[in-house]
């Protein structure tokens, strides 16, 4: 989170929210990551690339060759059991630089007829990322996506690794008061983004799953609405013309405190 402008250092993210917030107030944390993460001028996935070295992460293909081919190879078997449907359309969420497709697609000549059968699709918004992607994945003529929503009819074949865990996110606390959302203001005396609590309510009660209801106070509990979605279409997709989809991703096994 942006903490403060300061002398001369006020970024053009942290001036865009804290213009918002002091006109229309307190933002959820979801609206905040989405305009820090995904904003067409500033947002962090908008502009160069965050995966690798020199970057701020690094993610499992990045390390190794089998974490690629090894999806690559349940693909290939899932699309046999399918029944070999030609076209198939094998698609990844968030691609990164392309190497897990690479690995992906290099596993799935094992299966013959597999490669021949597929059309790549990559769901990504950084520019920078989807020239980095079209270099390693030159031989494959990929087709880029800002979404699931454009993806063509047909069987899906889709692999999302730490894809879902990256989404804006609603916070939810429970107080001695009842469950509150929590909410991002801004501090007008240290000229900087802190969190804030809204008012305990039934509908932020409505939004914490039956199981966590009665969580210690302090807990805090995440949901995520964009993922929630994203999920409901390609499960709609895949019921209505087939498929498979795997999601590889981390969380929290318990409420946060």
Known sequence: MPASGGAGGETAAFEALRARITRDGPITVAQYMAEVLAHPAHGYYRRGEP????????????????????????????????????????????????????????????MPGFRESLAVHLVEINADLRARQAETLHGAAPTWHTDVATLPEGPLLVIANEFFDALPVRQFERTPDGWC???????????????????????????VPAALQNAAPGS?????????????????????????????????????G
């Open 220 to 256: 805090v509990v995440e949901v995520c609405p964009t993922a929630q979605a994203i999920a409901q279409q390609l499960g709609t997709r895949i019921a209505e013309h087939g498929g498979a989809a795997i999601v590889v991703d981390y969380g929290y096994a318990a409420p946060s």
């Open 51 to 110: 995966i690798g070295a020199a970057g701020d992460f690094v993610t499992a293909p990045e390390i190794s060759q089998m974490f690629g081919e090894l999806l690559g190879l349940w693909c290939a078997d899932t699309w046999q059991r399918l029944g070999a449907p030609t076209p198939v359309h094998l698609v990844e969420l968030g691609p990164g630089r392309g190497t897990l497709m690479a690995d992906a697609l290099r596993a799935a000549r094992m």
């Open 181 to 207: 959302e929590r909410l991002v203001g801004y501090d007008p005396d240290g000229d900087r983004l802190a969190f804030a609590l809204a008012q305990p309510s039934s509908a932020a009660a409505a939004q």
